[in-house]
């Protein structure tokens, strides 16, 4: 019975564990022609973050996208990209004002990943840049 015992669990724990992967890329594309000048830079280089932890896990970044492979998640929703976003946005509305009725566009997009690694803990911070542009 106990030879049958830890291989069970085992298993059972790799069949329960938490699983994240990064942005959402999306092959939609849309060209906005700013030649016009039909725009104005609103702010340079807003910025936003999200994180979040995990247990017994491994985090890992490749190009766009943060990878996580855990057991339980123990800090943060997963929705890192969402959240690092919203935070962009609300960083903008504290500074600028409110982007209510504004006709307002997300340029030169940047993300970056800060990964902590440790034997029983991961952990993922997600940060986004960006510039916004204003259409008349």
Do not use: H
Request: hydrophobic share 45%; aromatic share 8%.
């Amino acid at each position: 019975m106990k030879n049958i015992l830890i291989p069970t669990l085992l298993l059972a724990t790799l069949l329960t564990a938490c699983t994240s992967s990064g942005a959402f890329l999306s092959a939609n594309q849309t060209i906005v022609n700013l030649n016009e000048g039909n725009y104005a830079i609103s702010a340079t280089n807003v910025a936003g973050e999200a994180e979040t932890a995990y247990v017994f896990g491994l985090s890992y970044s490749s190009g766009l996208t943060a990878s996580t492979l855990a057991i339980a998640r123990v800090n943060g929703t997963g929705m890192l990209y969402a959240e690092a976003l919203e935070n962009l946005w609300e960083n903008y509305e504290n500074e600028y004002g409110s982007i209510s009725g504004q006709k307002l566009a997300l340029t030169n997009v940047r993300y970056d990943t800060d990964i902590l690694n440790l034997v029983l803990y991961t952990k993922v911070k997600v940060m986004v840049r960006a510039d916004i542009v204003e259409f008349e």
